[in-house]
């Protein structure tokens, strides 16, 4: 997974794959696929989440109510 920044600074999350399809004689990569999944949404998702969680945590303990 890698995390770069578009030409407006947005910040995006990539997940990239590669493999080598085919070599010539000599060992050397002559064809590779490569596939990237942009899962900026799905990380943003999961930092929202946990946000969410800590906040609902941090809330039980200072009502004294929930598991802690």
């Known amino acids: 997974q890698v995390n ?5 600074g947005h910040r995006l999350s990539l997940f990239i794959r590669a493999a080598v399809l085919r ?3 000599a060992g050397t990569p002559v064809q590779a ?3 990237i999944h942009d899962v900026t949404e799905r990380e ?4 929202a989440l ?3 969680q800590a906040l ?3 809330s039980e303990k200072t ?3 929930g598991d802690w």
């Open 4 to 8: 770069l920044r578009d030409r407006a």
């Open 63 to 65: 009502l004294r109510i």
């Open 50 to 52: 946990r946000k969410a």
């Open 44 to 47: 943003a998702a999961a930092e």
């Open 33 to 35: 696929l490569v596939v």
């Open 56 to 58: 609902l945590t941090e």
């Open 23 to 25: 070599r010539d004689e």
